[in-house]
Structure formats: structure tokens, C-alpha cells
């Protein structure tokens, strides 16, 4: 089982800036796929960012490209995503996600494990 934890979303004005982590608990990452996927109210949960623990290959969701930037800590088993020049349309809940196997990185129901989220609100 692995437990995830998020933190770090807030509200910022446009142009702003954000870094969402994920802490895994219950087993260390090796052959993962991890990402962050985001739900704004009354859409499907859409695929953020994605990368494979051990390689790191990495996949963007094209409105992210060029502004989102995830990475990994392998000592603290823990996952990132920085967010620049954030627009009203960020504004969603984001959702770090896992998979203990490499997955195709976009898919969502790929993914086993799934935090509770953190609100990142972006106004202009």
C-alpha cells in the first residue's frame, strides 16, 4: 500500500507561481509511475504531469507545457510539481497519483493510489 500526501497548493494572482509536493508513505518508490493529475468543478479529472521514478522519463499535459516543471527526491520518497506563470484555468484540485509498475503516464485509471488533493486557486 503506499499513502500520499499532498501540500503546497494556495491562491495566487495571475502570473503566479506555485510548488505542489507529494509524500508517499508505506513503500518506498522504485519501478513507479507517479504524476499529478487536477479536477476544476463540474469536468473529469484531466492529466497534469507524469514520471517514471526510476528513469525518469517525463510526460506534459500540452496546456502545461512550458510552465510546469515535475521532479522527484529520492531520499524523501517524495514527489513535486512546480508551476509557473499560473492562469485562472489552473484554478482545480490537484491529485498526486502512483503506480507501482510503469503505466502509460496520461491514463488515469492506470493509476492505484491517489492522495486527497490540494486546492490551487489562480485569479486575475
Known amino acids: 500500500q503506499v499513502q500520499l500526501v499532498e501540500s503546497g497548493g494556495g491562491s495566487v494572482h495571475t502570473g503566479g507561481s506555485l510548488r505542489l509536493s507529494c509524500a508517499a508513505s508505506?513503500?518506498?518508490?522504485?519501478?513507479?509511475?507517479v504524476g499529478w493529475f487536477r479536477q476544476a468543478p463540474g469536468t473529469e479529472r484531466q492529466f497534469v504531469a507524469s514520471i517514471y521514478w526510476n528513469g525518469g522519463g517525463t510526460d506534459y499535459a500540452d496546456s502545461v507545457k512550458g510552465r510546469a516543471t515535475i521532479s522527484k527526491d529520492n531520499g524523501k520518497n517524495t514527489l513535486y510539481l512546480q508551476m509557473d506563470n499560473l492562469k485562472p484555468e489552473d484554478t482545480a484540485v490537484y491529485y498526486c497519483?502512483?503506480?507501482?509498475?510503469?503505466?502509460?503516464?496520461?491514463?488515469?485509471?492506470?493509476?492505484?493510489?491517489w492522495g486527497q488533493g490540494t486546492q490551487v486557486t489562480v485569479s486575475s
Open positions: 508505506g513503500r518506498t518508490f522504485s519501478r513507479h509511475t
Open positions: 497519483a502512483a503506480a507501482p509498475r510503469f503505466v502509460p503516464q496520461s491514463i488515469e485509471r492506470e493509476y492505484d493510489y
